[in-house]
């Protein structure tokens, strides 16, 4: 019997990247040869070499919605990243494209619409980012995480599947995490995810309170690449980390209380394991207002506690952080209810029935 092949693509931040890596164990099982297309200096081409996947580099430039002299550039490299594309594809004859979106997706979806292989997209957000939009009319078929997103989508494209959750996040162990930050006292721990690029409005709110928050919380504190706080590395219950890969499993089971942006595919991670949380999503003058969106249908369903990023205070924050875990139980209860489910098998399903 002949084996499946897929090819995975995404990228350009880590949100692109961690669906398809939850995607992976299970395509293996089935017998699906598994490849990845990115860029060269991509986040995605470590995190994926770091699963033993095939890796191949294309060229692709960053789609904008905003005036940038490189506008006028970029579009060449994308333009020779489809090539690039097509001949990889048509060298690899895969089954089915799979692409998380970002804007190396693009090429490679084209890439493959050329060669006349069906795509399958991802949309993470309530509404569609720049690189899926463009890529929907070359897609067979486009999942999404919400509900609300099946609106925005033509015809009979659109399937609800939620969104992948990678499987070892629910084998972390809090002892662990415990052993990893070397807290000595039994507290609560509050976890902060400030994204995979950090955030320096959640950072410096957090450093504001931090005395404060110490006399109740242990902290993980993850402040993205080159944020760390030299004079807080040896603060007694608090740890901070640039970034973490292994450990995140243990740090996110362990975790009482997480504070986070609103990305989707962290904040149904939060919901899949059921993690009280307080969202600070982007605000407009940075993001498309994706974020935003997201963290209101989660404050609607009663998931989470919601701060605008314009109205964060370290006053605030402490105190929206002290009320949440006065009241855990009820947002708990509420992820306890939610219909909504890991991913996985659904966009699995979808790649079998589609493959050629």
Not at 266 to 279: G, H, Q, R, T
Not at 315 to 341: G, Q, V
């Amino acid at each position: 019997m002949k084996k499946k092949k897929i090819i995975l693509t995404g990228g350009g931040t880590a949100g692109h990247v961690t669906p398809n890596l939850a995607l992976i164990p299970k395509l293996k099982d089935l017998g699906y040869e598994v490849e990845y297309i990115g860029t060269k200096e991509g986040i995605e081409k470590n995190l994926v070499l770091g699963e033993n996947i095939r890796y191949h580099e294309i060229s692709s430039g960053k789609l904008r919605r905003y005036f940038d002299i490189k506008n006028f550039t970029d579009p060449i490299k994308v333009i020779k990243g489809i090539w690039q594309a097509k001949n990889i594809i048509k060298k690899i004859k895969p089954n089915v494209v799979f692409s998380k979106g970002g804007f190396v997706a693009v090429p490679v979806v084209i890439g493959a619409y050329l060669n006349k292989i069906p795509v399958i997209a991802h949309e993470s957000d309530i509404t569609p980012g720049l690189a899926n939009k463009l890529s929907m009319p070359y897609c067979s078929k486009i999942c999404v995480t919400f509900p609300e997103s099946l609106k925005n989508l033509k015809g009979d494209k659109g399937v609800l599947t939620g969104t992948p959750i990678r499987e070892e996040l629910f084998k972390g162990k809090k002892s662990e995490a415990i052993k990893i930050c070397e807290f000595k006292e039994d507290k609560p721990i509050l976890l902060i995810i400030g994204g995979s690029l950090g955030s320096k409005v959640i950072n410096d709110s957090i450093r504001e309170i931090l005395d404060e928050l110490l006399l109740r919380y242990n902290i993980i504190h993850i402040c993205g690449k080159g944020n760390l706080e030299k004079a807080l590395v040896r603060k007694e219950g608090y740890k901070q980390f640039e970034y973490v890969k292994e450990e995140l499993a243990h740090f996110m089971q362990g975790a009482d209380l997480v504070i986070s942006r609103a990305g989707a595919n962290v904040i149904f991670e939060l919901l899949a394991l059921k993690k009280p949380n307080i969202l600070i999503p982007l605000s407009k003058k940075s993001s498309r207002g994706d974020q935003i969106l997201n963290a209101a249908s989660f404050k609607k369903s009663g998931y989470s506690v919601v701060i605008e990023e314009e109205k964060l205070t370290g006053e605030k924050l402490k105190n929206e952080i002290n009320l949440l875990y006065e009241n855990k139980e009820k947002y708990t209860l509420n992820m306890n209810k939610s219909p909504i489910k890991n991913g996985v098998d659904n966009i699995i399903n979808l790649i079998e029935n589609i493959s050629i």
